[in-house]
Each structure stands twice: as structure tokens, then as C-alpha cells.
């Protein structure tokens, strides 16, 4: 017990500062085997209209558990899952924990050499991927040379309910890769044959690894933070004691409701850490429903059959990016679609800008709270209310209980600066990694201890402001200097937000003889709309500061972004360089 109250007279009521740490002090694993206890017949996930129930994932889990014990996998070992947002993906995670190995989360979407590097570098023993043409080649190259001795081979057709499956089938449907390596086993004959009956495992929660996540992939080489049990069991805590919403129209904001109330709309990819804390894992904890999503972009136009899929299912909590929520508002069908169900969804992986927010809000009735984190905490540090009254649209809001965060200078990191000015931000708690795997170097470069306690360095500059709302201005790297002013991507892309007609902007800064750098700007339009520069001039010099304006505009059919939706700076700098 070490946090102190936060400055703020907006902390929301009956929230506590603190959480004490036998509240959080089990295995990960322990929160499906609590909700199958408590809710053994409940739906967990959802796919496809194919159902289970946290009794049936849990009874999965124990024999992958038994399976991997079987092939040589002990406490301590790396054991890959290469998937998107499938049904097999809880219970293969459990599964891996339950035998005391540690997960490896892989984007699906890498290349060979992507997941090679991962694969190599994690030491992992095992990977779980999917029967496709396209995932399951991958996987076959990317394991050459490492520590892979099993691969399991899942199927969309495991848990689809029969009739589809059978369609499916017939008519050539479901994903398969055709051709398969000696040696390789699929999911169902494993499960089938081995016991739920896991391996006998001391696991200390404060210290034994959970997972290995690669971040860092969007500044330079993948790095992977090294993360505990109690690094996920203490933010579920924190954001199950966080999380309060009114659930019905009129009421009162109260804790979030267990025991199948709730339906998670599973949007974001689990590989990362935003959609597997605060969607797979949070649905778990609270005993909720989880649609699976493998591909939110399905349909035409794209993300039409997400929206069908929040009808159907009702779904009540969706965890997401700003681009999701973008899509949503830009969506041409989406006054076909009844969205009302939505009443909490929480915004992360980037900054929301606050015109995007006000949109969406008034298309569904929901409320959008803005959190803050990074893979390296698990990845909550940060939220603000989860009410429209005393949440800060725009800031990041206050440290969640049992974390502190302090604005540091920029040069050391030691010194904590006064508050309203901008620094680095540096966060301390219990969801903070243990480290980056095998890289001490690094770790020297993110770690400070200040008055005794350890501090982790964000890279991201931001400030507390005079309520106590943290505002992040943005990445330490991405600040342009223009003309001795410091300009914060971040600022230029909220107010560009603000124009009807543009669907996604992105700043970087260009050389210029004159200032220094410039500020360039990338415009994705709205669909159906046109635009010119003359007219974002015009825009710009209405609501900007002269040394913030774009000198430069460029107008494209997509900005890039990374698999879960941040705009990707690097790539557009890149490129400005190749020039």
C-alpha cells in the first residue's frame, strides 16, 4: 500500500487510491478457473454463433496444459500463439500458463522473417498457429533454425456450430493450408487426447513470467517485455474497481456488473496487449461474454460486418482505437445499424482525438473514457472517469489505483518537474515489466529509481495539469523544432481532426532551409468528400498558431497505420527521407 492520493478533487467517488496486493496475488490463470467455478454454464466466447462456456474453455485449457507437459515443456519455457481473435486463443493462453510456460503473442499478420525474429529471440519451444494458405507457410519458414520442436495446427472449424462447419466444408469455406510438414499436430486430435489434467506448478506471481510481448516495432528493433502474473492480475483489479458505468438510462454509475451481464466486442487483435488485458482477459475476469473478431475490417464497405456484429450480440463494452472509432463515425451504412447496446467503451493504443470522440458519442449513446499505457505496463497506467461528467476529454486523466506516475525532465529522468510544465512521463506500480528479454542495455535506458521507488520512462512527454488531468503532447522522438519552437504532432493532428472532411490526419516534421524542419501534413478524406489545400490553409490559419501550421499538405487514400490502428509517423517520415 504506496500510492498516495492523486491532486485532484475529480477522483472518482469510492474509488480507493490503493489496492492491496492480496488482492492480485494468484497466477493469471486463476481467473478462468474462478469463473468457471462461479459461472460454470455462462457463455465466454462467441463465434460465428458457436458458443463456450468458461467451463468448457477451462476444461480445454487443462489439456493443453497436459498436452504441452507431455511434449517436454517445463516451467519457464516460451511457448508461441500465432493467431488472430479465434475461440482456441483463451484457452491456448491459459493452457500455456496452467503448464507454467510463458506466452509468446505474435501479430498474425507478421512475415516469416517478423515471426523468425520473435520466435528466435524469445527461445520459444512450441507455436500454435492457424490452417491457413497464407499463416500456416509462414509459420513453416519462420521456425526454421530455432528452438520450435511442436507446432499445432487450429481450425476456424473447431468450435463453428455443426451445421456451418459442415457447410463450411462443402463448399470450400473454411481456411485450410492444404499441405502440412511431418510432425505438425492439429488442435482437436491434441485436445482430444490429452487429460484435463495440468502439471503440478508453483508458480510465484510477483516474479514467474506470464508473458513475452514485442513492442517497439514502430521506433526500431522489437524488444520484448518480459511481464509477471501480477503485472495482468493487478491492472484487471485496478480496472475492475476503475470501471464504473450507469446501466440503464438515468442511473447511477456503479461497478461493472458480473456474471454474464456484459458482451466484450473482441475488435481489437489479443496478440497485443490493449485487446488482452482489457478485452480477453477483463471479459474473463468479470464472468462476460466475448465476441470473437478475427477481421474488423470484413464487409463492403469495410467494417460493415463488425456493425452487424454489434447488433446481433448486443454488445455492451468495446475496448478500441481512435481509428476503429473513426471507422465507426465514417461508416456510410451506419444509421442502418442499431448500436444503442454500447454503453462503455475505452479508448487507448493512441491519442483520441476529441472531435472523434464527440461524433461517435452522439452516434451510439455511449461513452468513450480515454486511458493511457504502453506494452511494457500491461498496459494500464492511467484512465480517466468513466463518467461524462468529470472525465477530460483529450488528457489521459489520473493514475489508476495502486500507480503513480511523475512528470520527469527529459535529459536525466531523475528530476521531478513542476506541474503544468512538460516532461517525460514516468510511471511506477505493480503493472510495470520486469524488463526488456535479454536486452540490459535497454533496461539501464528506461529505468530510473527515484525516492526509492522504480520508475519506468515512457518516451512520451506530457504534463499535469492544474486539476490533476495528465495531457500527453507527444512522443519524446516526434517533436518538431521549427524555428526554436517546439511543435507537438500531437496538438496539429486534434484541431485538423476538427475539419468535417478529414477522416485521419497525421503530422511529421521535414527539413527546411529556412526554419529548420517544417510541419507536413497527411490528409485521409472522408469518403464522398473533396477537398484542397487552399481550403486547409484557410482552416489552418483560422485555428492554428503560425509556427504549428503545415507548410506542407499531401492527400492520400489511406495514412498508414500499424495492425492495431496507430498512425505510423516513422513510415511517413521514412519516406519523407527517401525523397
Known amino acids: ?11 472518482p467517488q469510492g474509488v480507493p487510491h490503493d489496492i492491496d496486493p492480496s488482492e492480485y496475488n494468484m497466477p493469471l490463470f486463476q481467473i478462468l478457473d474462478d469463473a468457471a467455478r462461479d459461472y460454470p454454464e455462462h457463455t465466454y466466447t462467441i463465434f460465428n454463433d ?12 487443462d489439456r493443453i496444459a497436459d498436452f504441452l507437459a507431455s511434449r517436454g515443456i517445463k516451467k519457464g519455457d516460451r511457448v508461441a500463439i500465432f493467431l488472430p481473435n479465434l475461440p482456441h486463443y483463451p484457452a491456448i493462453y491459459f493452457g500455456i500458463l496452467k503448464a507454467g510456460a510463458v506466452c509468446v503473442t505474435c501479430n498474425p499478420l507478421y512475415t516469416s522473417n517478423e515471426l523468425h525474429y520473435q520466435l528466435k529471440d524469445a527461445g520459444a519451444k512450441a507455436v500454435f498457429c492457424m490452417d491457413h494458405p497464407q499463416f500456416y507457410p509462414t509459420t513453416v519458414a519462420a521456425i526454421q533454425a530455432t528452438d520450435v ?5 487450429c481450425s476456424v472449424k473447431s468450435y463453428l456450430p455443426k451445421i456451418k462447419a459442415v457447410l463450411g466444408g462443402l463448399l470450400g469455406k473454411i481456411p485450410k493450408a492444404g499441405k502440412y510438414e511431418p510432425g505438425h499436430l492439429f488442435f482437436d486430435e491434441v485436445v482430444a487426447a490429452a487429460q484435463p489434467d495440468p502439471p503440478k506448478v508453483q ?13 517497439g516495432g514502430t521506433t526500431g528493433v522489437p524488444k520484448g517485455a518480459a511481464l509477471t502474473h501480477t503485472n495482468f492480475t493487478y491492472n484487471l483489479k485496478a480496472l475492475e474497481i476503475w470501471g464504473r458505468l450507469p446501466h440503464a438510462p438515468g442511473a447511477e454509475p456503479e461497478s461493472l456488473r458480473k456474471g454474464g451481464f456484459h458482451t466484450y466486442l473482441g475488435v481489437l487483435p489479443w496478440y497485443h496487449s490493449f485487446g488482452m488485458t482489457v478485452c480477453m482477459m477483463a471479459s474473463c475476469g468479470t464472468g462476460s461474454r466475448l465476441v470473437c473478431v478475427p477481421d474488423p475490417r470484413a464487409g463492403n464497405p469495410p467494417f460493415t460486418e463488425v456493425l452487424k456484429i454489434v447488433q446481433k450480440y448486443k454488445a455492451t463494452i468495446m475496448p478500441a482505437v481512435p481509428t476503429i472509432f473513426v471507422a465507426f463515425t465514417n461508416h456510410p451504412l451506419l444509421n442502418q445499424y442499431d448500436l444503442t447496446s454500447l454503453m462503455g467503451c475505452f479508448s487507448g493504443g493512441a491519442p483520441l482525438p476529441p472531435e472523434v470522440c464527440k461524433q461517435f ?5 455511449a461513452v468513450i473514457f480515454e486511458g493511457y499505457g504502453l506494452s511494457e505496463t500491461a498496459p494500464v497506467a492511467s484512465s480517466n472517469p468513466t463518467n461524462r461528467e468529470d472525465r477530460l476529454i483529450g488528457s489521459i486523466g489520473f493514475p489508476i489505483p495502486g500507480t503513480d506516475i511523475k512528470i520527469v525532465d527529459l535529459e536525466t ?3 521531478e518537474i513542476k506541474q503544468g510544465e512538460d516532461g517525460e512521463i514516468a510511471i511506477s506500480g ?11 542495455e535497454e533496461n539501464e535506458a528506461v529505468f530510473r529509481e527515484i525516492n526509492g521507488k522504480r520508475y519506468f520512462l515512457t518516451g512520451d512527454i506530457g504534463h499535469i495539469d492544474e486539476n490533476g488531468y495528465i495531457l500527453i503532447t507527444d512522443r519524446k522522438k516526434d517533436m518538431i523544432l521549427v524555428g526554436g519552437f517546439n511543435v507537438y504532432p500531437r496538438d496539429v493532428e486534434d484541431i485538423l481532426f476538427t475539419h468535417p472532411k478529414v477522416a485521419i490526419a497525421a503530422v511529421v516534421g521535414v527539413p527546411d532551409p529556412k526554419s529548420g524542419e517544417a510541419v507536413k501534413a497527411f490528409i485521409q478524406v472522408k469518403p464522398g468528400e473533396k477537398i484542397t489545400e487552399e481550403e486547409m490553409r484557410e482552416f489552418c490559419k483560422e485555428h492554428m498558431a503560425g509556427y504549428k501550421r503545415p507548410r506542407h499538405f499531401e492527400f492520400r487514400e489511406s495514412v498508414p497505420v500499424s495492425p492495431v490502428g496507430k498512425v505510423l509517423r516513422r513510415v ?8
Open 50 to 61: 458457436g458458443t463456450r462456456t468458461f467451463t468448457q474453455v477451462k476444461d480445454t485449457a
Open 1 to 11: 500500500m504506496t500510492a498516495k492520493p492523486w491532486p485532484t478533487t475529480k477522483w
Open 149 to 153: 520442436q511442436t507446432v499445432v495446427i
Open 572 to 579: 511517413l517520415r521514412d519516406e519523407e527521407k527517401k525523397k
Open 203 to 215: 508458480i510465484d506471481p510477483f516474479k514467474d513470467l506470464a508473458l513475452i510481448i514485442y513492442t
Open 430 to 440: 505493480p503493472q510495470v515489466m520486469q524488463g526488456y528479454w535479454n536486452k540490459p
Open 361 to 365: 458519442e452522439a452516434k451510439t449513446g
Open 413 to 415: 529522468g531523475l528530476q
